[in-house]
C-alpha cells in the first residue's frame, strides 16, 4: 500500500509532532492494520516526560503500543489471518529461544522484539507479533474492549505469579495505576468471589464484599 498517513512522532523529551509519514510496507509474514482505536498507558506518559525508553523506543520514532484495528493488507506467508478481520495486536513477542523464554519467562526475553506507532492511522506488524499475538476480535468485542487486552495480560500474569494471593492484591491497591487496579479488582472477584479491596489515600483502608457491603481493616 502506497501514499502517507498522519502519526505521533517521537522526538524527545515531552516533544511530539503530528506529522505525515510513509504508510508502512509490509514483508513477508507481516500485517498492515488500520488502527480505529489507540490507548494511551502508564508506559507512554513516561516515555513522553523522559524522551525514551531503554528497550522499548529510541527517536525519533512512531510513538504508541496498545491498539485494535481493521487489517488492511497481509503479507506473503501470513496464515490464519486475511484482510477485513478486526484484531488485536500487542507491541512486543518473546523469541522463544532464549534462556528465560525457556523458563516460561518471556517478558525477559532477552531479544524481546516491540512494535511502535499506534498513534497513527496505519501501524505495520511484525512476523513474530503476528504469529505469536496477534488475535482476533470477536464480533461482540469492541474495539475499546479489544485494546485492553495487553494491561488485562499484565494483571492475569500478576495473578498468575502471586496465584491469586489476596495479600498480594491488596498490595497492588497502593499503585497509582487506576486502569490496573480496576482489572485486579474485577478478576478477584469475578475468580474466588472474595472482598475487593478499595485503597483510599487518605483515612482507613476498607474492604467491600461481593455483596457491596463495607468494613474497615487495618
Do not use: W
Amino acid at each position: 500500500m502506497n501514499g502517507k498517513m498522519t502519526a505521533a512522532v517521537l522526538y524527545g523529551k515531552e516533544d511530539v509532532k503530528i506529522e505525515r509519514v510513509p504508510i508502512p510496507r509490509v514483508g513477508d509474514g507481516e500485517v498492515l492494520v488500520k488502527v480505529q482505536v489507540a490507548l494511551t498507558c502508564g508506559t507512554d506518559l513516561k516515555v513522553y516526560q523522559r524522551g525514551y525508553h531503554a528497550r522499548m523506543i529510541v527517536p525519533p520514532a512512531l510513538f504508541g503500543h496498545e491498539l485494535a484495528g481493521v487489517i488492511e493488507e497481509v503479507g506473503h506467508g501470513v496464515r490464519g489471518f486475511k484482510k477485513g478481520m478486526r484484531v488485536v495486536a500487542l507491541n512486543s513477542a518473546p523469541c522463544q529461544m532464549c534462556f528465560y523464554c525457556s523458563k516460561h519467562q518471556e517478558n525477559l526475553c532477552e531479544d524481546l522484539l516491540f512494535n511502535n506507532g499506534a498513534y497513527a492511522e496505519y501501524i505495520r506488524i511484525p512476523r513474530r507479533i503476528v504469529e505469536t499475538n496477534m488475535l482476533a476480535v470477536p464480533a461482540d468485542v469492541t474495539y475499546e474492549e479489544a485494546a485492553m487486552v495487553e494491561p488485562l495480560a499484565c494483571v492475569l500474569r500478576g495473578l498468575h505469579e502471586t496465584g491469586g494471593s489476596y495479600t498480594a492484591l491488596l498490595k497492588v491497591f497502593n499503585l497509582p495505576a487506576t486502569d490496573y487496579k480496576r482489572f485486579h479488582a474485577f478478576l478477584y472477584q469475578q475468580e474466588c468471589n472474595l472482598p475487593v479491596a478499595t485503597y483510599r489515600r487518605r483515612g482507613p483502608r476498607r474492604l467491600r464484599d461481593a455483596g457491596g457491603s463495607e468494613r474497615q481493616v487495618a
